[in-house]
């Protein structure tokens, strides 16, 4: 059975959205490989010290307690320099 009309319609449309394509082009990159592989190893620690070097990055530091030592006291270099 073939998806109706207005399915298809949707599904078109939804693939033109800036996000979405952004988002596919994302999946690609290799950051984003390594925190996939980070979750499916169950590696919170690298998990983390991916998502958060990302984000400081492209200037979204999280507030205080979003990122939370783990296994130590591990802190972000960029963290480091801040405090």
């Known amino acids: 059975m073939s998806p109706s009309p207005a399915i298809e319609a949707w599904q078109r ?32 620690e690298a998990y983390q010290e991916l998502l958060e070097g990302w984000l400081i990055g492209m200037g979204v ?4 307690g979003v990122f939370i030592p783990l296994g130590g006291n591990v802190v972000h270099p960029a963290r480091k320099r801040r405090t």
């Open 13 to 44: 449309a939804k693939e033109e959205l800036p996000g979405y394509q952004l988002r596919c082009q994302l999946k690609q990159y290799w950051l984003f490989r390594l925190l996939k592989a980070a979750r499916e190893e169950n590696r919170p």
């Open 61 to 64: 530091e999280p507030p205080k």
